[in-house]
């Protein structure tokens, strides 16, 4: 059985008059020609086309390669087409890699893979459990008959660690490469240490400009304002050093400011009247 793909025709024609070939072998289109004998063969074969546009009608057709740089009228409105040849070729570079090269030209630096962060369940689940384990010693610490002062503080310090770092996680842009290994922790411990200092703020700010005798005297709206004041102070700081944008910053010093003042109000702490 022989296959369409290798059947060709041949076709003989004989047109009278003048000297040369005045039409193009087009798709579905026979040349016109005004004298002497061309043999041509319509094939079913894939050749060599290109795509011309008529600019009068605006038709677009394929004319077979053997015709660039030749003129002919279009197949449907008769205007004077110029095919293009192969210097009008448009042919589109990918840009040229930039960096130092050695003498063979070959690139010297190789670009950085960078590799997906996301947040895992065990990071979560990590920050869940020092959040529970808080709870837990608070509500031993409330039925135990009062905290004292340097159990507070210590509370207030090592509870900033994970809380600062679980901020981060969820707040740090996605599409850029995080802090990894000794740098992340040295982040994070600068943005504890502020965060745990903002507490200074709760303590003698609102006594000294109200002349009151301890921050727990001070009404709930002045509190409520501080803590605001507090929160925006972290936030600022966390986009200092985590270089985060100012909603990622609030993400991290509001994470450990809720989470704190929750765990003082489980554990009995009066913090306002």
Avoid at 8 to 22: E, R, T
């Amino acid at each position: 059985m022989v296959s369409p793909l290798a059947i060709k025709l041949a076709v003989v024609v004989l047109l009278g008059g003048g000297d040369g070939c005045s039409g193009l072998i087009v798709r579905g289109t026979l040349p016109s020609c005004s004298s002497s004998l061309i043999a041509f063969s319509l094939s079913f074969d894939l050749f060599m086309a290109i795509q011309v546009t008529c600019p009068g009608c605006l038709t677009r057709f394929q004319v077979n390669d053997k015709f660039a740089g030749k003129k002919g009228p279009c197949p449907k409105c008769k205007a004077e087409i110029t095919i293009p040849d192969a210097s009008q070729k448009v042919v589109i570079h990918s840009p040229e890699e930039a960096g130092p090269r050695d003498q063979e030209g070959k690139l010297v630096l190789k670009p950085l893979a960078r590799e997906e962060v996301k947040v895992t369940r065990g990071s979560v689940a990590a920050i869940l459990g020092v959040i529970f384990a808080a709870i837990l010693i608070a509500l031993a610490l409330r039925f135990s008959g009062g905290v004292p002062l340097v159990v507070k503080v210590l509370g207030l310090v090592i509870m900033a660690p994970p809380l600062v770092w679980g901020g981060y996680t969820f707040a740090r842009d996605q599409e850029l490469e995080p802090y990894r290994g000794k740098e992340v922790w040295l982040r994070v411990a600068i943005q504890s240490a502020v965060c745990a200092a903002l507490w200074l703020v709760y303590a003698f700010v609102p006594p000294y400009l109200f002349d009151l005798g301890a921050a727990a005297e001070a009404p709930y709206w002045l509190v409520g304002v501080t803590f605001a004041a507090m929160m925006g102070l972290g936030a600022l700081g966390a986009v200092a050093v985590f270089e985060l944008e100012f909603f990622g910053g609030l993400v991290v010093a509001g994470l450990y400011f809720i989470v704190t003042l929750s765990l003082a109000v489980i554990a009995g702490i009066p913090l306002a009247t």
